[in-house]
């Protein structure tokens, strides 16, 4: 049986990911591939990878077409009528950290392992971050 938890003392490698003007769909790619591990070696799909990624200035990234206005993102509150609907475009102006979040979620395993690699993406609006002590280094993005 595989547990996907790690030990204290395994060290991470941090990357720090600039969305401005990125592509969305093109950056969840490469960020989930991070996540995994396939850039590594000693990739295993069934072992979690020792990485993490810090996204910078995700109010900045943009998407093709009309998606700001045709792309829809639905949540439910689990009460009786808690259907909520938003667009690309509203979801951007309220949180925008969520459409990389949830881009990149989509692009993980279901289940434990995913969820546990989820935990290593750390988005933030703006260009300061604080996870200096992880030493992250810039990663470039194509």
């Not at 030990?7 to 969305?24: C, E, F, G």
């Not at 979690?48 to 792309?71: C, F, H, L, P, Y």
């Amino acid at each position: 049986m595989n547990k996907t938890k790690t030990h204290v003392n395994d060290s991470y490698t941090w990357y720090v990911v600039d969305a401005n003007n990125q592509t969305l769909g093109r950056l969840s790619t490469q960020i989930s591939t991070i996540l995994l591990g396939k850039n590594s070696p000693n990739y295993s799909p069934e072992q979690q990878s020792m990485n993490g990624v810090i996204v910078i200035n995700a109010e900045k990234i943009k998407v093709t077409g009309k998606k700001e206005t045709d792309k829809f993102y639905k949540r439910h509150s689990g009460r009786p009528g808690g259907l909520t609907i938003e667009t690309l475009e509203e979801v951007r102006n309220r949180i925008p950290t969520r459409l990389i979040e949830h881009s990149v979620k989509g692009m993980l395993p279901k289940g434990a392992l995913g969820r546990s690699l989820f935990t290593k993406l750390k988005v933030y609006k703006g260009d300061h971050h604080p996870h200096g002590a992880q030493n992250p280094s810039k990663l470039a993005v194509n």
